[in-house]
């Protein structure tokens, strides 16, 4: 089973950017896609983005336009660049790895951004 470890977040003021980083102890090029998700306190986890093996991607409404997902396979590595950030992407954010049915999350990493 491979693990994930995300880096990355912190504190940031509103319309401040972030680049998150998922470390990936598998052969990502294997996963059906890899993604972002995102819980902020008190709310269930969402998703936020993804990238399939064919690096197509998809991203949730919120965030489109602002976040940008890419991998790159020889590192074993996801990327999320946060742009324009807002308070309400507050979140503890979760690097997921899918293969078919299964899913696998990192620990998470704290993205605050202030008003």
């Known amino acids: 089973q491979v693990q994930l470890v995300e880096s990355g977040g912190g504190w940031v003021q509103a319309g401040g950017s972030l680049r998150l980083t998922c470390l990936v102890s598998?052969?990502?090029?294997?996963?059906?896609?890899m993604g972002w998700y995102r819980q902020a306190l008190g709310k269930q986890r969402e998703f936020v983005a993804n990238?399939?093996?064919?690096?197509?991607?998809s991203y949730a409404v919120p965030v489109k336009g602002r976040f940008a997902i890419s991998r790159d396979n020889a590192k074993n590595t996801v990327y999320l660049e946060m742009n324009s950030l807002k308070p309400e992407d507050t979140a503890v954010y979760y690097c997921?790895?899918?293969?078919?049915?299964?899913?696998?999350y990192g620990q998470g990493t704290q993205v605050t951004v202030s008003s």
């Open positions: 598998g052969n990502i090029a294997s996963a059906d896609s």
């Open positions: 990238i399939r093996s064919n690096n197509s991607t």
């Open positions: 997921a790895a899918i293969f078919g049915l299964s899913v696998t």
